[in-house]
């Protein structure tokens, strides 16, 4: 039997190429008879709005009704993933490439630096290392981070998130 998010996903599809956007996830929780959908455009694109989110939620809720398998009562939430969650599909870090992110890597270590390249194996990260600190003849002095090339493979990484200026 096919699954709900497998239909949801095929349903998409066309909809999703004429508005120009791509799916990011579908969570189906079913303790509480709720469907989310999260949605992203590719850079130089404006993002997903209210209105495109309507959209895309008047078609689901169409499809979903006239879907035997479907519980009759559910909630269906439809939005763009948000600024401060992980990416979690190819075409999130090819739209944030060159932006400031946050990789969480599977050994526990943190990194930050400039989403560089990306490509189907992983990423390169013009990580920030931190300056050594020397004889300094100023003690205000600051030193600024020097900037590190490091590749990183898509196996090593546990999450990345956008980095927020502040």
């Not at 929780?29 to 993002?47: H, M, S």
């Not at 009562?73 to 190819?90: A, C, I, Q, R």
């Not at 526990?108 to 990260?125: M, N, Q, S, T, Y």
């Amino acid at each position: 039997m096919e699954s709900l998010n497998t239909k949801i996903e095929a349903w998409l599809e066309p909809k999703l190429e004429e508005i120009g956007a791509f799916l990011v996830d579908i969570r189906h929780i079913q303790a509480q008879q709720r469907i989310e959908i999260y949605l992203d455009r590719d850079a130089g694109k404006p993002g997903i709005d209210l209105d495109a989110c309507a959209e895309v939620s008047r078609f689901i809720q169409f499809q979903l009704d006239h879907d035997d398998s479907v519980p009759r009562t559910y909630v269906l939430e439809v939005s763009s993933p948000g600024m401060d969650n992980p990416f979690k599909v190819f075409r999130q870090y090819q739209k944030h490439r060159g932006t400031e992110v946050q990789v969480l890597m599977q050994d526990g270590r943190k990194l930050e630096g400039r989403l560089a390249e990306v490509d189907e194996a992983g990423i390169d990260l013009d990580a920030y290392v931190p300056a050594q600190k020397g004889p300094s003849p100023e003690k205000k002095k600051v030193i600024a981070p020097q900037i590190e090339r490091m590749r990183i493979e898509f196996a090593q990484i546990k999450s990345t998130k956008r980095k927020l200026p502040f």
